[in-house]
């Protein structure tokens, strides 16, 4: 079924939602508000958590399929539990902090917004520096309360798994990166808000998707890289283990993330959303009484 309209054709607009304005590169005033210290608190605490029960997942499943330590290699949550818990937080995070801070946790996500000039310069920056130190805390946790399990099973690190080349392993964190981030554009697009109005309005709808979406990366990339797709969760790891083994390719989990984000904004911003940036330069020229 299709919608009638009804009335002169001539004063519709064809916009029915409203874009926000785009961010300045950098606003000073951000530093004298409140609200800007409790959004990198927020993404602080959200990446702590992030890392704690993530790799803590890692570590328990590790353990549990050690064949030293039990024969049963159908023990622990698998491969599909530690996607589950992955893309698990991402849901519950984003869900609890996504009206705070924006929910990022994840200094590509983060990254691509600033493309986009969804977030001031000076925003992105702060949120990376806050979403590292919440990994690298999250993961001291795991370690300090398992350290035995910890170092003996890799402590959670990302790496380039045996049989698999750099470019693969770089284009896999690419590839997996752009839908993460393809997600989070499209979860909270006006556009889709205003045309799916008749879809009762949720603070689960965003989340949902975002989480998914971290779900199925991982089930496809776990067996080639572990599946980094955010540098602070690969960062935060490397550095508690500190070990030849998780600094190797290290940069893999930086440039691929940040590559894909790339990607994802350009073709979000620029392909998809191509037509409402043309009628609101056509809005422009026209002359206004």
């Not at 064809?14 to 926000?20: A, C, E, F, M």
């Not at 399929?65 to 622990?76: I, K, S, Y």
Request: a positive charge.
């Amino acid at each position: 079924m299709t919608k009638e309209v009804v009335g002169d054709k001539r004063s519709f607009s064809g916009k029915d939602y409203q874009d926000p304005p785009p961010e300045p590169l950098f606003d000073a005033t951000e530093l004298g508000k409140w609200s800007f210290y409790r959004a990198l608190i927020a993404e602080f605490i959200a990446t702590l958590l992030f890392l704690y029960v993530t790799v803590m997942t890692v570590i328990g499943y590790k353990s549990q399929t050690d064949q030293a330590l039990n024969p049963d290699q159908c023990a622990g949550v698998g491969v599909l539990g530690i996607a589950w818990a992955f893309g698990g937080m991402i849901f519950i995070l984003v869900y609890c902090t996504a009206g705070i801070s924006g929910s990022h946790i994840n200094p590509a996500v983060t990254f691509g917004l600033l493309l986009a000039r969804k977030v001031t310069l000076l925003r992105a920056v702060m949120y990376m520096v806050a979403q590292c130190l919440g990994a690298i805390c999250g993961v001291a946790l795991v370690k300090s309360f398992q350290s035995a399990y910890y170092n003996r099973y890799g402590g959670g690190t990302n790496g380039l798994s045996d049989g698999y080349s750099i470019g693969t392993g770089v284009a896999a964190e690419i590839i997996g990166t752009f839908v993460l981030v393809y997600t989070v554009f499209s979860a909270t697009d006006p556009k889709r808000s205003a045309r799916d109005s008749h879809v009762p309005v949720s603070p689960v709808l965003a989340p949902l998707p975002i989480g998914f979406a971290v779900f199925i990366v991982h089930l496809a990339t776990i067996p080639i890289t572990g599946t980094g797709i955010n540098p602070a969760r690969s960062l935060g790891a490397a550095i508690i283990y500190n070990k030849d083994k998780a600094w190797d390719h290290h940069w893999i989990f930086w440039v691929g993330p940040f590559a894909g984000a790339a990607i994802a904004a350009f073709y979000h911003q620029f392909v998809l959303r191509a037509g409402a940036i043309k009628a609101l330069g056509s809005f422009r020229s026209q002359p206004h009484v």
